[in-house]
């Protein structure tokens, strides 16, 4: 186990060419102290965690102490959001401090979110308030918990620094873990300078970080873009099948690793409803639920226009059919098994499909309901009612169930295996927006952060149920329908 000054800090990303980044040292919060501290993130960095309770923890993580090593860099990258070309943007508050290696060889940048101004800033203040980290802190271990690619966060520090927002908050920082935080927007940075150097350079940095079976193969570049097609594709079909709407799907906050990347006004489904926008500012909703896929295919065509210059037309054009085809197979699959159906059938999408026409035409609490499915009933005689009482119209919901019953019973299928099977995937538990939104109440009001420990616990292994915890599957009280998450963090 490795303590603070042991952590042996590296960057092979501030050893790239000097346009790749900015060096910038984190401006200190100021009276930094520890809000939350994940111990499971701790691990993956054999970081010891009793080093948390030291007060140079808090230093560090919140700007004021630089560890051995480190060598810190803002990152360079360009970006298309809403669909628009937007230029430079960069992290314009955060910093990468460095790379750790763990005793495996896995390598994990530590990237400090909301350490201040940096070159890339424009307007912003570099800050990043309270609020906005719990909800990245909380949602990241809740998509790990459900077994959704994702970025692993290590801990918040606080601080009492006036940070302002549409009201005034305070300011916070996250320490941030990914094994790159390479973005699309990162070779789009060096296509529209007109830089294919550097293109080709960042191209086999990331094939000699993250892809390393690639490296020397023929057609590098095309079988690296494919397989960021491909795993796009696998994590925004588990997107789907889950429920999960990231909010803001510009190609900057796209992982070049296919890892859910950046969350700001993200939401999980309460009811369902493919036309959910969780996100105020996205009047048009252009990334409402149901566009997710179709906005991944737009992403990765940006990030075939930045490797143009490397790839060969038709391998791109090739990766992107790919890309339709893994997520349809995938999300398929997903949907499959959150019926408990073991073998694909020609009639599964129209059974999946009505499904959700009825639960969009019922109002119904998507995740409710599929845990709940795990105890349908095929016996003849069952009506099960449970499963009915979610529904005004039961006569359309039993229709369903007499087709499901029936494509069950050809795969001889068994109520309490299918179940056992069903639980495994069906969470009981996603992270709601309203018990995100307790959870920031209590640490900002009351600096209470006992909330966020139990949501952690309780999202970290979503699909167990626990006894005493059934408040936090409820679908939200009518006030909590209402929480606006807006692009402001
Ligand atoms: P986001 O919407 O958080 O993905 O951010 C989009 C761009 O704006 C990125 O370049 C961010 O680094 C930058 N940005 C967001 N908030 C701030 C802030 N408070 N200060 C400086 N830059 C920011
Ligand atoms: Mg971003």
């Avoid at 007060?55 to 803002?74: H, N, R, T």
């Avoid at 996250?174 to 990162?186: E, I, K, N, Y």
């Avoid at 495994?424 to 538990?429: I, Q």
Wanted: net charge negative; with cysteine.
């Amino acid at each position: 186990m490795r303590t603070l000054e042991t952590l042996q800090f590296d960057n092979t990303y501030a050893r790239l060419p000097e346009s790749f980044y900015a060096r910038v040292m984190p401006t200190p919060l100021p009276n930094p102290s520890l809000i939350h501290f994940n111990s499971d993130a701790a691990a993956l960095i054999d970081l010891d965690s009793d080093e948390a309770k030291r007060p140079e923890f808090a230093a560090c993580f919140g700007g004021s102490l630089l560890l051995p090593g480190a060598d810190p860099v803002s990152m360079l990258y360009y970006g298309h959001q809403f669909g628009v070309y937007a230029g430079q943007l960069g992290d314009g508050r955060a910093i990468l401090l460095g790379e750790v290696r763990n005793g495996h060889g896995d390598k994990w940048d530590l990237h400090l979110k909301g350490a201040g101004r940096t070159p890339f800033s424009r307007d912003g203040d570099g800050r990043a308030v309270l609020r906005s980290t719990i909800r990245e802190y909380l949602c990241g271990e809740a998509m790990q918990g459900l077994g959704i690619p994702t970025t692993r966060s290590l801990c918040i520090v606080g601080s009492d620094e006036p940070v302002f927002r549409e009201s005034v908050e305070t300011g916070a920082t996250l320490l941030r873990m990914a094994p790159t935080h390479v973005r699309f927007g990162s070779f789009e940075a060096f296509f529209y300078r007109r830089q294919h150097d550097h293109i080709a350079r960042l191209t086999d940095y990331v094939i000699a970080q993250c892809f390393p079976h690639l490296a020397g193969v023929t057609d590098t570049y095309s079988r690296m873009f494919t397989e960021v097609a491909v795993r796009t594709a696998h994590l925004i079909a588990q997107w789907q099948a889950v429920g999960f709407a990231h909010g803001v799907m510009n190609s900057d906050n796209m992982s070049i690793l296919g890892l859910t990347l950046d969350y700001g006004p993200y939401g999980f489904l309460d009811e369902y409803n493919p036309g959910f926008v969780c996100n105020h500012s996205d009047r048009q909703g252009r990334y409402a639920f149901h566009h997710q896929p179709d906005i991944g295919y737009f992403n990765l065509r940006c990030l075939a226009q930045a490797l143009s210059p490397f790839l060969i037309q038709d391998q791109a054009q090739d990766a992107l059919a790919r890309y339709e085809a893994a997520f349809a197979e995938r999300y398929d699959a997903l949907m499959r098994e959150k019926l408990g159906l073991r073998e694909a059938g020609p009639e599964d999408r129209a059974l999946v499909g009505e499904l959700l026409n009825l639960l969009q035409a019922g109002r119904v609490d998507y995740t409710n309901f599929f845990r709940a499915l795990g105890g349908f009933q095929q016996g003849a005689g069952e009506h099960n009612d449970a499963l009915r009482d979610f529904f005004l119209d039961r006569e359309a919901f039993d229709a369903w169930a007499g087709r499901y019953r029936e494509r069950l019973s050809a795969e001889g299928s068994r109520d309490g295996e299918r179940r056992a099977r069903m639980d495994r995937v069906n969470p009981k538990y996603v992270l709601r927006n309203y018990l995100a939104q307790t959870a920031i109440e209590q640490a900002t009001k009351q600096r209470d952060y006992s909330e966020i420990t139990r949501l952690l616990e309780l999202l970290r292994d979503p699909f167990t149920e626990v006894s005493g915890r059934e408040p936090y599957a409820a679908p939200p009280p009518e006030g909590g329908k209402q929480i606006v998450v807006s692009c402001s963090s």
